[in-house]
């Protein structure tokens, strides 16, 4: 009943404002190049469909190569770092500045050095996804349960048999935490990047298309891929929560119901 | 009968220079019932784990007489807290120290479903440990901790956290496993009326350092049960250890 409710209260709110925005639309009788009604983007979403369709693949696949390099990345680091002090201690600041400097910044130098536009998009997304999977990973493969430690000790495990059997899992509500984060930020570094790179004049997914309506004053065309980009946005959200509530649903409070 | 491990005049300083145990000198024998008694910050958790090699001393010697001792010790251990890995089923968290041993295979499985029915667990197998009650949980430990059939068997207050009538119910149901299992125990507690009625062999802590202030032999016959604790024979053993307890901590 509730979670009827939970999905038909914002859908209602969602028509509930496209009506009032068509309406406001039709009734001041707005230009499309100032505000498009939802009909007119709509209408330029299926007669437009080809091309923001491709541009769509083009950011969808970015962000999602960009958020698997950036698990494997992460994973890996994370891993590492929680093997050897020397090692997390020696690079662990690196990542932090790579963390803190603003993608917007860099990505110009990215995209100058490398010449494959889809690979210079991938780095940028990735230096601004991986953090959250490596900080997040490194604490929950450090917060292991100590007795469990001990246990393992005592019963002779190999490294590799508490990594695998003990660390990893306890690590996982961790790295899924980070990974919904990650999955976020990872299309929020495409989208920046396609930005810097159209402005550069490289033809690439759905925010080459914003800038380039920008210019044209097709604001229709703005709309929808703007539309699209949230649209991703929410389906990599959605499609991460599903996956850490699937993976977690049998132990983790975070995923458990009370009604079992 | 020989010891299965000997402590001759071990010593624990930590890092932050608190002495936890000051001399200590013990020999655990097959088929006793061993009970570390004392106030709370006594270091009877710390002489556990120095058996158990968690921790090494800071001077002395633990000596293990079995020769199986030298590799993987052939011990197990249960702590305050359940201790399971949440994310695996039941039957998971038993086979664990088979798996760390490399068995794996039907064999491996019937072991620990057989710990688990020793504990009166069988039908649980497949649950995952949030679905049990703060008991079951202690019994999947300890059922854990019994499926390599380990010479010694090391209890950090077990059934602290447990509500009194679980607690008597684990209480018998542990000593019926001792017996018929026959390894040595050691059971770290503070409560004077669960060491007399667990054990043949009471060691009263002093704190600061941590010493053995006292050495009981309870000689009460086993099976104990609900008579035992109702026995003037049982009482008078427990005015005996309250008292030695009592004379450790004002020392």
């Known amino acids: 009943m509730s979670r009827s409710l939970d999905s038909l209260l914002p859908a209602l709110v969602g028509l509930a404002g496209l009506a009032a925005w068509e309406a406001a639309v039709r009734i001041a009788d707005i230009p499309p190049y100032e505000l498009p009604a939802p009909s007119a983007i709509a209408l330029e979403?299926?007669?437009?469909?080809?091309?923001?369709?491709?541009?769509?693949?083009?950011?969808?696949?970015?962000?999602?190569?960009?958020?698997?390099?950036?698990?494997?990345?992460?994973?890996?680091?994370?891993?590492?770092?929680a093997q050897s002090r020397l090692l997390e201690r020696s690079l662990f600041p690196y990542a932090i500045v790579?963390?803190?400097?603003?993608?917007?910044?860099?990505?110009?130098?990215?995209?100058?050095?490398?010449?494959?536009?889809?690979?210079?998009?991938?780095?940028?997304?990735?230096?601004?996804?991986f953090f959250p999977i490596l900080s997040n990973t490194l604490i929950g493969l450090k917060s292991t349960d100590r007795n469990l430690v001990?246990?393992?000790?005592?019963?002779?495990?190999?490294r590799w048999q508490e990594l695998r059997l003990l660390r990893l899992p306890s690590a996982m509500p961790f790295f899924l935490a980070g990974l919904r984060i990650s999955g976020g930020l990872s299309l929020i570094g495409a989208v920046v990047a396609e930005f810097v790179a159209g402005a550069g004049g490289r033809e690439s997914g759905l925010a080459y298309r914003i800038l380039e309506a920008g210019y044209r004053l097709e604001m229709p065309r703005m709309f929808a891929a703007l539309f699209l980009i949230s649209a991703v946005g929410v389906a990599i959200?959605?499609?991460?929560?599903?996956?850490?509530?699937?993976?977690?649903?049998?132990?983790?409070?975070?995923?458990?119901?009370?009604?079992? | 009968m020989p010891p299965i491990v000997s402590l001759k005049d071990i010593s624990k300083r930590f890092a932050n220079g608190t002495e936890a145990v000051g001399g200590v000198s013990l020999a655990i024998r097959r088929g006793d019932f061993t009970s570390l008694l004392g106030p709370s910050g006594c270091g009877k958790s710390t002489v556990l784990r120095l058996i158990a090699g968690l921790t090494p001393p800071s001077g002395g010697t633990v000596a293990w007489t079995d020769a199986r001792a030298s590799g993987g010790r052939p011990l197990g251990f249960v702590f305050q807290e359940p201790t399971l890995m949440p994310w695996a089923r039941v039957l998971d968290n038993v086979l664990l120290p088979l798996r760390l041993a490399g068995a794996r295979g039907p064999k491996a499985e019937n072991q620990a479903r057989a710990a688990l029915a020793r504990v009166g667990l069988e039908g649980f197998e497949r649950s995952f440990p949030r679905q049990l009650s703060?008991?079951?949980?202690?019994?999947?430990?300890?059922?854990?901790?019994?499926?390599?059939?380990?010479?010694?068997?090391?209890?950090?207050?077990?059934?602290?956290?447990?509500?009194?009538?679980?607690?008597?119910?684990?209480?018998?149901?542990?000593?019926?496993?001792?017996?018929q299992q026959g390894f040595g125990a050691v059971f770290v507690t503070h409560s004077v009326f669960e060491s007399v009625y667990l054990s043949n062999r009471i060691l009263v802590m002093s704190p600061r350092p941590g010493r053995i202030a006292a050495d009981f032999?309870?000689?009460?016959?086993?099976?104990?049960?609900?008579?035992?604790?109702?026995?003037?024979?049982?009482?008078?053993?427990?005015a005996a250890v309250s008292a030695a307890l009592a004379q450790a901590m004002a020392a």
């Open chain 2, 217 to 238: 032999e309870i000689d009460a016959p086993y099976p104990r049960g609900a008579e035992f604790r109702l026995s003037p024979e049982y009482a008078s053993h427990c």
């Open chain 1, 45 to 81: 979403l299926v007669t437009d469909g080809d091309l923001l369709g491709r541009a769509l693949l083009f950011t969808l696949a970015t962000t999602a190569l960009a958020l698997a390099a950036a698990v494997l990345g992460a994973g890996a680091l994370a891993i590492m770092f």
């Open chain 2, 134 to 179: 703060g008991g079951m949980k202690m019994r999947v430990s300890i059922a854990r901790a019994v499926v390599t059939t380990p010479l010694l068997l090391l209890m950090d207050e077990p059934f602290a956290a447990l509500d009194e009538i679980t607690r008597l119910k684990l209480n018998d149901d542990l000593l019926a496993l001792w017996r």
């Open chain 1, 237 to 260: 959200y959605l499609s991460l929560a599903a996956l850490s509530d699937r993976l977690l649903r049998h132990w983790h409070e975070s995923a458990t119901r009370d009604e079992e």
């Open chain 1, 98 to 129: 790579l963390q803190v400097t603003p993608i917007v910044a860099v990505a110009p130098l990215i995209i100058i050095w490398v010449d494959n536009t889809l690979v210079a998009l991938l780095i940028c997304a990735w230096i601004v996804a």
């Open chain 1, 150 to 158: 001990a246990l393992f000790k005592i019963y002779g495990a190999s």
